[in-house]
């Protein structure tokens, strides 16, 4: 309910943050295409942190050019509000807490905004009150949160074998489409994989493969319209005589100048959720564009009228398409394209897990063994979760711990390679029975007699109860903060 309630009041924040550039029907164009993006829809559907990123970047965005605009009459609120927005945004990604920080801090030093000593402390301590949480959990796990985000940041990558250029020229490519997804919702353009070299003879090397030159087309209009709205910011940020609306073009620039920086370092891990953070910037550009196109030409409204009726209409077809395999994803083994948007392999639909632990629940009902269930990441959380709230208690499946009093299920996507999944638990193992749910698969197992190591399974001997998933540091509630000595 909060991702959907804060995706919701995006709407009107966008428009409002629009409204401090753009005309009103300029700004109404962008909401239209804004609020029908598949992209910012699909990360509206399911609870995760980053999907509230949108709504506190954008409030981020509006609450600093309220608090330098002299004109504002409650400008200590809006610092207040600031400061709880920067709080809450930079713990939901880390690659947020590298970013919006940097960008706030020099939009306020290059605007230095004038408040007494009282306002600063305040917002401060907000800053600090909100942390509290994070504070108190690095005393109590030793910071262990702390030294898993200063590896994150200084760990090395794939990327350490690819030059800087190389990076910067990849991340660039990653921006355009990302940006170009965020917009049109077309999923084709493809990245052009360039190689550089010492000899000024053959300093880049291109490469593109089949599919990319099959959607070259689309690659290069993401390139063009991208770069051109980087280049109108940049015009109009020098041109801009405005002060309100030059505020505006600055913290634009700044949160694309640092996000870029940011995004270097990661450049060929680029994950589309990282778009959580730069995706109003996009709208922004095009903005930027049907400005530029209304002093171009006459017929300005008209081309404008086109593009946003275009992408609309394009935004409408891929969620017409994605919500047909949602509803089909039950039914049969839907099979799809590759998906820029979550990376998911198989559409898979909280009805599904539904029905898997339905049929899970009416074994469990003529034994009440309790359930070890192996899945794919993506699922494997999610399903035990719905098993634990139907009451029936859940663990994995173990090649060095087999119970006989247990039911064994292996989940799988249903295109995956199946033999491969199910050699790897063999050894202990039987397939006893299948069952198909659309997308995905259920594998029953049996325990061979000669894999047994127990009879029966206590509660206290599960791995998987923990807070954390495996890897991920302990966190704690405010109840075990002071209810449970350490």
Not at 191 to 200: D, Q
Not at 317 to 345: C, G, H, W, Y
């Amino acid at each position: 309910f909060i991702i959907l309630l804060f995706s919701i009041l995006t709407l009107p924040l966008f428009y409002l943050v629009c409204r401090r550039y753009f005309n009103k029907w300029n700004s109404l164009g962008l909401l239209s295409i804004f609020s029908v993006s598949i992209f910012l829809i699909m990360y509206s559907r399911f609870a995760w942190n980053p999907n509230l990123i949108p709504f506190f970047v954008l409030l981020i965005f509006y609450s600093l050019l309220r608090v330098v605009d002299k004109e504002e009459k409650k400008r200590d609120l809006w610092m207040y509000i600031f400061a709880v927005s920067v709080a809450i945004a930079t713990q939901l990604h880390f690659l947020v807490l590298l970013t919006i920080p940097v960008v706030s801090v020099v939009f306020l030093l290059v605007k230095r905004p004038r408040f007494s000593w009282k306002v600063w402390a305040s917002s401060f301590l907000i800053v600090i009150f909100f942390y509290s949480p994070v504070i108190i959990n690095e005393i109590k796990t030793g910071g262990d949160n702390a030294r898993e985000f200063a590896e994150a940041v200084s760990g090395k990558s794939q990327n350490e074998k690819y030059s800087v250029i190389e990076k910067a020229i990849r991340n660039y490519e990653e921006n355009a489409i990302g940006s170009f997804l965020i917009l049109s919702g077309v999923e084709k353009a493809e990245v052009v994989k360039v190689k550089t070299a010492l000899k000024v003879s053959n300093a880049f090397e291109f490469k593109c493969d089949k599919d990319c030159r099959k959607n070259l087309p689309w690659s290069i209009t993401a390139f063009i319209v991208f770069s051109l709205g980087i280049v109108l910011l940049v015009v109009r940020l020098i041109k801009e005589k405005d002060v309100s609306r030059k505020n505006f073009l600055l913290f634009s620039f700044l949160w694309l100048i640092v996000s870029f920086i940011v995004f270097l370092p990661v450049a060929y891990d680029i994950s589309p959720r990282f778009f959580l953070i730069t995706a109003p910037l996009p709208f922004i550009f095009l903005g930027l564009i049907f400005n530029f196109i209304t002093k171009l030409t006459n017929k300005g409204k008209w081309i404008i009228i086109a593009i946003i009726t275009a992408l609309i209409v394009s935004n409408s077809l891929a969620i017409m398409t994605r919500f047909s395999q949602l509803k089909k994803a039950p039914l049969e083994n839907v099979k799809i394209n590759p998906d820029r948007i979550l990376k998911e392999r198989a559409r898979v639909t909280l009805e599904q897990q539904q029905l898997i632990v339905s049929y899970i629940s009416k074994i469990v009902e003529k034994n009440n063994y309790p359930v070890f269930l192996d899945s794919e990441s993506q699922h494997d959380r999610a399903l035990k979760y719905i098993i634990r709230k139907e009451g029936m208690a859940a663990s994995s499946v173990k090649t060095s711990k087999v119970y006989r009093n247990g039911n064994y299920f292996l989940v799988f996507r249903t295109s995956s390679n199946l033999e491969e999944e199910i050699a790897k638990y063999s050894i202990a193992y039987k397939v006893i029975e299948k069952k198909e749910f659309g997308t995905l698969i259920v594998f029953r197992l049996l325990p061979e007699e000669e894999s047994i190591t127990d009879v029966d399974w206590y509660f206290s001997e599960d791995d998987d109860n923990d807070r954390s998933a495996p890897g991920v540091p302990e966190r704690y509630n405010w109840n075990e903060i002071f209810s449970k000595p350490r």
